[in-house]
């Protein structure tokens, strides 16, 4: 335990909550996380509890204020703590995934960001039966403001070459978690819908063969258009769209209890797929991507296939089984689905302006992430 004199050998870090909130938390979230005890270096630094209030503050900025600048900060300071529980093992990890002082930054981060979310959700069926919920579900993708997005229009009729290479930059980091993702959704679910989600989990295994994971084809697509990974210019250039959607799924993910809502976000993710990038394909072959080497494309081309019967899957096979348990949590599964609605239109309408402001760059110079 630190003592009043050890603490005293460094300086009170530099923190003006009310005039420099943003950057200040991503300041000390980094400085934080740059060492190999969180906790202990913001005691040392005097800062135990400031960065809580510096969340709770930057938050109210990013979902009371809608300070845009703030909400960006705040989904990347969300982004980069997720990131300690996805790591890939190696010597020298630190010990900061548990840090009680990042976790209360945390979790004040997605209480506030929830509460904003499920006053963005809108009207919302209750009491619907197991039976019913995917008409429901569907019924609700349907009718939502993101259905049929013109960014896939606008990349199957009018996109040029490099304007759909910047799509693929852009999705690439939620894309290339999605195993992660449905490994998460595994953990702890009842004997009756393991099947259905490891059909799912198969699938993103390429069934057993290493060169058609979901993982290594995409990677695939990168090579040929010789995109460059380099994570945290990708992150960087992210709005917080991007980031939102990105922390959506993996907050349902890694909090046990949002499985419902978790389940109900992944729904209208298998469901929304195929249609989107059927669109994207014939884009890509408008502009001669993967015309010269047509299995460059089997990452998009696998998901129009496969998600159309993952989708029917997910609903029949996983959310009715567990609704015909819990039949209460039918709402929390249409909150998660229409969360993910939300979050995908946010996403994709910065797409659609990020896609129209871009310039014909040479692809080597754009990022992605690994």
Not at 184 to 203: K, Q, T, Y
Not at 330 to 352: F, T
């Amino acid at each position: 335990m630190l003592t009043h004199a050890g603490g005293a050998a460094f300086a009170r870090p530099e923190i003006n909550i009310a005039d420099d909130t943003p950057q200040a938390l991503r300041r000390l979230v980094n400085d934080a996380l740059s060492n190999d005890n969180a906790d202990t270096f913001l005691a040392s630094r005097g800062a135990s509890g400031q960065l809580e209030a510096l969340a709770q503050r930057c938050c109210d900025m990013a979902f009371a204020e809608n300070d845009l600048a703030a909400r960006k900060t705040v989904h990347r300071v969300l982004h980069d703590l997720y990131g300690l529980h996805l790591s890939r093992p190696h010597p020298g990890l630190t010990d900061n995934q548990y840090s009680i002082e990042l976790l209360r930054a945390r979790r004040a981060i997605e209480a506030s960001w929830m509460e904003w979310e499920l006053g963005q959700a809108g009207a919302i069926p209750a009491n619907v039966e197991p039976e019913a919920i995917g008409d429901a579900i569907k019924s609700l993708w349907k009718s939502h403001s993101g259905y049929n997005h013109a960014v896939f229009d606008f990349m199957k009729v009018d996109a040029s070459r490099p304007q759909i290479i910047k799509y693929f930059t852009t999705d690439y980091a939620l894309n290339m978690r999605f195993y992660d993702l449905i490994v998460l959704s595994l953990v702890g679910i009842d004997e009756d819908v393991r099947m259905e989600v490891a059909h799912n989990f198969w699938d993103e295994m390429g069934q057993g063969n290493l060169a058609r994971t979901h993982v290594r084809l995409y990677r695939d697509l990168l090579d040929y258009l010789k995109i460059e990974d380099n994570p945290t210019q990708f992150v960087d250039v992210l709005g917080w769209e991007g980031l939102s959607g990105y922390n959506l799924l993996l907050y349902f993910a890694f909090t046990r209890r949002e499985y419902f809502r978790s389940i109900g976000a992944l729904a209208i993710t298998e469901l929304s797929d195929p249609d989107q990038y059927a669109k994207l394909l014939s884009g890509c072959r408008r502009v001669g991507i993967g015309n010269d080497q047509p299995s460059v494309l089997d990452y998009y081309s696998e998901h129009v296939e496969v998600d159309a019967l993952h989708g029917d899957g997910w609903i029949d096979n996983v959310i009715v089984p567990v609704l015909r348990r819990y039949p209460g949590e039918a709402r929390s599964v249409l909150e998660g689905a229409a969360m993910r609605l939300n979050s995908s239109k946010a996403y994709w309408d910065w797409q659609l302006s990020e896609m129209k402001a871009a310039k014909a760059v040479p692809t080597v110079a754009l990022a992605a992430v690994s």
